[in-house]
């Protein structure tokens, strides 16, 4: 397989009463969340994408209301080729409330946690938002500095 040949992958979203789930790509290069094709309804479907064999970020936002606490986030970078995608480095987040996510001074935590459906709702994150090559690198930075790390709200962290 060449380097130039698209490959397929798959995030998801998840809109009901007590579960909302999103999972989707960043793309470093390009800094910007990457468009997929909604394949579903409004209430849980998957986002597939045809994307180069290259390094991507998941973002991944999964929330409970019997976990405590309720809402994660985890960061994961990922070394996307045909046949495997390799984790490079994660970072979790668990917190209760959206303010926590203001404090790591990254707006991409912010406008992802703002896609995710609520009750019924299809994600509505920004694909045109490119953020700066500033702000991209202290995302990097965050990951790998926090890498296979839960930072929960409550507890003390750096």
């Known amino acids: 397989m060449s380097e130039n040949e698209l490959i397929e992958w798959a995030g998801e979203y998840q809109g009901t009463s007590n579960i909302h789930r999103l999972r989707a790509l960043y793309s470093i290069k ?30 991944d936002y999964h929330s409970w209301w019997q976990r405590d606490p309720p809402r994660r986030l985890q960061l994961v970078i990922v070394d996307i080729r045909k046949d495997e995608a390799k984790a490079v480095a994660s970072a979790k987040i668990e917190f209760y409330k959206s ?3 203001s404090s790591f001074n ?3 935590l912010l406008d992802f946690y703002n896609a995710v459906p609520s009750y019924h709702t299809y994600p509505s994150l920004d694909f045109d938002k490119v953020y700066s090559e500033e702000e991209n690198e202290r995302l990097l930075k ?8 839960i930072i929960r709200e409550g507890e003390e962290h750096e």
């Not at 468009?35 to 986002?47: C, L, S």
């Open 99 to 101: 303010d926590f996510l």
């Open 30 to 59: 390009k800094r910007k969340f990457i468009r997929g094709f909604y394949k579903g309804n409004r209430v849980h479907g998957d986002i597939l994408y045809r994307i180069y064999p290259g390094t991507y970020i998941v973002f």
């Open 142 to 149: 965050f990951i790998f500095r926090n890498n296979e790390r």
């Open 106 to 108: 990254l707006p991409h």
